[in-house]
């Protein structure tokens, strides 16, 4: 069964930065999403890129973050700066696409992003 699979989640002090990384099989073929739920709190999607690299952002993390691609590595980034303790999260890369066991919703299994002030 093809995974997504995302990493690069660390435990850092604000202002400091991180970039998560998610790749799979074929993900240059997909537009890829990157979606945070914070414990106890609702999941939400902060940011989407297409296949040609165009990305949009939540309004809580535009101007910090920034989603990037590397499309024959099949990779998908999140660069994110000077994080803030609401930054804190689980993390996760996601996409509805064909990666080569038939169109279907994939997620990443998620990675932990913690802020202190």
């Known amino acids: 069964q093809v995974r997504l699979l995302d990493s690069g989640g660390d435990s850092v002090q604000a202002g400091e930065s991180l970039r998560l990384s998610c790749t799979a099989p074929?993900?240059?073929?997909?537009?890829v999403d990157w979606h945070r739920q914070a414990p106890y709190g609702e999941r939400e999607r902060v940011s989407s890129i297409n296949q040609q690299g165009y990305a949009t952002y939540a309004d809580s993390v535009r101007g910090r973050f920034t989603a990037s691609r590397d499309n024959p590595a099949n990779m998908v980034y999140l660069q994110m700066t000077r994080l803030k303790p609401e930054d804190t999260a689980m993390y996760y890369c996601?996409?509805?696409?064909?990666?080569?066991?038939?169109?279907?919703?994939?997620w990443g299994q998620g990675t932990q992003v913690t802020v202190s002030s």
């Open positions: 996601s996409t509805i696409c064909n990666l080569g066991d038939g169109r279907r919703t994939y």
């Open positions: 074929n993900l240059y073929l997909c537009i």
